[in-house]
């Protein structure tokens, strides 16, 4: 019995350790700021570390990445060491297929999918004639000269990569935002981040989230009776993308497209309705 007191005793003092260091490097960090103009948006890029000199490192890689992706989008220009949208449609190969790398096939995977989930609303190429077209084998694409839409999910897609790339840097307190979409890492000190949902036309909030480790994109509805929706999803691809679809569907449309994919989406209707999905619960 004694000893299982003292072993108690330790495994307390070493928990009171473990939070009192937890805490001091949270009231350590900094903040530092930053904004980037890329792909026809300017991105506000907040990044929590102890040290001026990790925050600007990190954010040279934030803008390489981005530029990566610019490039790769990049439909009017050739770049070299790179096949990018220009080259998959101007290009002079006789080859069938024509080697792409593993970024342009996961999106062009993602958005072939959501191309037919989304009745053609997203359409990466002309194929709503022929929803179970092929055109993609291993890292090749069929060399057919494809005219390629990436507008719904190039830049949702870059971020997330960004966000990876600032966890791969052993950053967790960050915060990215561009236009009216927002990721999350974890809160720089304590708890969560507080984000106030308004419409354009009313400077109230209607609506706070308490959010970490997620991304939020909130698009204005062109369906009738809806003023907006907001996606939450822990990829920003998706939110990004996803939001953009729910924007031109009804309510009912788009809680059906929602079923069976971890995003969560809040309406906000003409007559000052709320309405949201099951999950929406667990950020209020």
Not at 14 to 43: F, H, P, R, S
Not at 221 to 236: C, L, M, P, Q
Request: hydrophobic letters at 35%; glycine letters at 6%; a negative charge.
């Amino acid at each position: 019995m004694k000893r299982t007191y003292i072993f108690g005793g330790i495994g307390i003092i070493l928990l009171i350790l473990v939070l009192m260091l937890n805490y001091q490097n949270k009231m350590a960090l900094k903040e530092y700021k930053y904004t980037y103009n890329t792909m026809g948006n300017v991105v506000t890029v907040t990044l929590y570390t102890s040290s001026q000199k990790k925050a600007d490192a990190v954010f040279d890689d934030v803008k390489n990445t981005y530029n990566y992706f610019s490039q790769l989008g990049d439909k009017d220009n050739h770049y070299d060491g790179m096949t990018n949208l220009y080259d998959i449609k101007n290009n002079n190969s006789s080859d069938e297929y024509i080697a792409i790398n593993n970024d342009l096939v996961n999106m062009l995977n993602i958005g072939l999918e959501w191309t037919t989930k989304s009745n053609c609303m997203i359409s990466v190429i002309n194929m709503c004639s022929n929803p179970n077209v092929s055109i993609t084998k291993n890292n090749t694409i069929l060399n057919n000269h494809l005219d390629i839409n990436l507008d719904h999910i190039l830049m949702g897609y870059a971020s997330e990569k960004v966000t990876s790339m600032i966890k791969a840097d052993g950053l967790t307190s960050y915060s990215l935002s561009y236009g009216a979409n927002y990721i999350l890492g974890n809160y720089y000190t304590f708890g969560k981040y507080s984000i106030g949902l308004k419409n354009d036309d009313n400077t109230d909030v209607f609506k706070t989230l308490h959010i970490d480790s997620n991304s939020v994109s909130t698009y204005k509805s062109s369906a009738e009776g809806i003023k907006s929706v907001t996606v939450i999803s822990a990829d920003a691809t998706y939110s990004y993308m996803v939001g953009y679809v729910l924007s031109n569907k009804t309510i009912d449309e788009g809680k059906a497209l929602l079923k069976g994919i971890n995003v969560d989406a809040i309406w906000y209707t003409t007559d000052d309705q709320i309405i949201t999905t099951d999950g929406v619960a667990d950020y209020e």
